[in-house]
């Protein structure tokens, strides 16, 4: 007999998540947010009215890759070339920094087994969840007190685009470490190979829809298209790479980001992605967080992981600032600007978890950091504006 269950449970996560997410916006919150504590509320954690499945799980794994495209359509790559060296520097620091400060707190708490045993494993992958800054509420924050075009602002939007791809790469790095038989060799060279292939095919494919998009602007066919191409190189980049599939999906987004229906196509991905499956991978995050398992140490060990996450981001930005000679305050500026964490520390946990790196409760300590920094990071930012302004480029000229 049919059970149709998993359509009701599929109406209460939509409708929690909408309910959630809008109530997360009202208290300037990001919906990520919202939605994850839809997931606690109608979950085990709370009312229990959904469990996690199989199905869910692979409805939550398409949300992921289609964020990810998504993100990859967004990445604007003549942006990226005129940011130059500094915020590439900056972002450098800004991944790096952060992620010996997780490792080193998760071996400071937990204890350091040696090189190359499952508990140093775990630490790196642990540090490499603090590595990418979510700048969505920074850039909201600038553009609302007229500061986004300013040097400081633009500074901070380039790195983070940086950023992003960065952690991607290092993520892919770390999670090919997870075979034990996996060398430092093999793993390097698996990363160069599907990079290298992805490029050089990624550039006949962008000619070639460059020459679709000419000939059917848009029509239907031109996002399907796209979305068979994330697919496949997601596929591709987990089944024969060993890398994982949202750097597949990701490198898609990147290749077609610059065709002229790069917009149109991540509107029409955007209707799948955030209408359905991307609330079902927020949604699922709070069903599988477990508060029964997070215990004092557990509390104690996420506290401290906010504070790393934050004040890292604060340094290893900071320092890489004043390095090419902006001033105290707007040093500050550009750390506190990168310190927000979003949906790819919860991509990048929710990994960990499936991939058995890390248990649920590990979330705790994620959702947490996502809230503080959110809070944080506009007071803070709107407090720094406040004693320096940094007027746009035109505004200084007049």
Do not use: W
């Not at 916006?25 to 504590?37: S, W, Y």
């Not at 920074?138 to 500074?155: A, D, I, S, W, Y």
């Not at 290749?255 to 991307?278: E, H, P, Q």
């Not at 305050?329 to 790819?344: F, H, N, P, Q, S």
Request: neutral net charge; contains cysteine; aromatic residues 10%.
């Amino acid at each position: 007999m049919k059970s149709y269950t998993v359509l009701l449970d599929l109406a209460l996560i939509m409708m929690s998540a909408k309910l959630m997410g809008l109530l997360a916006r009202k208290v300037k919150a990001p919906m990520v947010v919202g939605e994850i504590i839809a997931g606690l509320i109608i979950g085990p954690c709370l009312l229990g009215a959904v469990q996690p499945s199989d199905f869910l799980s692979q409805m939550a794994e398409i949300g992921v890759i289609l964020i990810m495209f998504s993100a990859g359509l967004e990445t604007n790559l003549q942006e990226l070339k005129k940011s130059g060296f500094q915020a590439f520097i900056i972002a450098c620091v800004g991944v790096f920094v952060p992620m010996a400060g997780g490792t080193l707190l998760y071996l400071g708490v937990y204890g350091f087994d040696g090189f190359g045993t499952e508990q140093f494993f775990r630490a790196v992958f642990i540090g490499s969840i603090m590595t990418a800054t979510s700048v969505g509420i920074t850039v909201e924050v600038l553009k609302e007190m007229g500061f986004l075009n300013g040097h400081v602002g633009q500074t901070i939007l380039s790195a983070a685009i940086i950023d992003d791809v960065i952690g991607i790469i290092v993520l892919t790095f770390v999670l090919g470490f997870k075979d034990p038989d996996n060398k430092p060799a093999v793993v390097s060279l698996k990363v160069a190979l599907f990079l290298v292939l992805s490029f050089a095919l990624g550039y006949v494919i962008y000619r070639v829809f460059k020459k679709l998009d000419e000939k059917y602007p848009h029509t239907r066919r031109i996002p399907i298209i796209a979305l068979s191409l994330c697919f496949v190189l997601a596929y591709v980049a987990e089944e024969f790479f060993g890398i994982a599939d949202i750097t597949g999906a990701y490198i898609a987004g990147i290749i077609l980001c610059n065709v002229r229906d790069a917009d149109y196509i991540d509107s029409k991905v955007s209707v799948n992605g955030y209408m359905f499956f991307a609330p079902i991978f927020f949604v699922g995050i709070g069903l599988k967080t477990n508060f029964s398992d997070v215990d004092s140490s557990m509390l104690v060990f996420s506290v401290l992981f906010v504070a790393v996450a934050m004040l890292t981001k604060v340094i290893g930005c900071g320092l890489a600032a004043k390095a090419f000679k902006f001033k105290n305050i707007d040093c500050l500026k550009i750390g506190a600007g990168m310190m927000t964490r979003g949906e790819v520390a919860l991509i990048i946990t929710s990994k960990g978890l499936a991939l058995g790196i890390i248990d649920s409760s590990y979330f705790t300590a994620v959702i947490l950091l996502i809230i503080v920094s959110s809070i944080v990071t506009p007071i803070l930012l709107k407090y720094l504006y406040g004693k320096s302004p940094d007027p746009a480029p035109e505004q200084a000229a007049a």
